[in-house]
């Protein structure tokens, strides 16, 4: 961690990435105001590298699982921008819950605590035992069974709501499949993917 510190936050900000080499969107840092009064003194930004969010992940990750009183171990790596986060612990099926919605709620929480810290989006992703990737293995199955049945009907199908990184799967897994496009639809957790059959021109 390095600071920085200016009249403003702008000029902090401007100090770091004249030191660090580095742009504004990709600048990793919190902040801290020096008050005298109640007027603000200066602006100080503590400016971190991927090294730390990663530390700081994993420390809230088996704070939370620590406060489940389960043992356990985390194996992080950094893949394609995404931080993957794997879990080994005494009690697997329990930090995945049923259809996997505790392993969901453990990645929302630690997603949202880490963004918080950092100010920041980052794309964070926390499986159990290969849980993940078997339910992306089986729900790109499903996806492009879907769509096949979508290019002869060209009937609209719409899946259950998921996640965004289960929808990503199947965007992605769709993405080149011919007459198939995909959207997404809704809000919140209530968001889903739209498999729609277009003809040759795109309509």
């Given at each position: ?114 963004n918080n810290k950092f100010r920041r989006r980052f794309r964070i992703l ?60 809704g809000e919140g957790t209530h968001r889903q993917v739209q498999i729609i ?7």
């Amino acid at each position: 961690m390095k600071e920085f510190s200016g009249k403003t936050l702008d000029e902090a900000i401007a100090k770091a990435i004249e030191e660090t080499q580095t742009t504004k969107e990709n600048l990793i840092y919190t902040i801290e105001d020096e008050k005298k009064g109640l007027f603000v003194k200066k602006t100080i930004i503590n400016v971190y590298d991927l090294s730390d969010v990663v530390r700081s992940a994993e420390d809230y990750l088996l704070d939370v699982v620590d406060a489940l009183e389960i043992e356990s171990t985390v194996n992080t790596k950094i893949d394609d921008d995404i931080i993957r986060m794997t879990i080994d612990s005494t009690h697997n099926p329990i930090l995945i819950g049923k259809n996997g919605k505790t392993l969901q709620a453990i990645n929302e929480l630690v997603k949202l605590a880490v963004n918080n810290k950092f100010r920041r989006r980052f794309r964070i992703l926390v499986d159990i035992n290969g849980y993940k990737d078997n339910k992306y293995d089986k729900l790109t199955w499903k996806a492009r069974k879907i769509a096949k049945e979508v290019q002869q009907t060209h009937v609209t199908a719409t899946l259950d709501p998921m996640p965004a990184d289960e929808r990503r799967i199947v965007h992605n897994a769709l993405n080149n499949m011919t007459n198939i496009k995909t959207e997404s639809k809704g809000e919140g957790t209530h968001r889903q993917v739209q498999i729609i059959f277009i003809n040759k021109e795109g309509k």
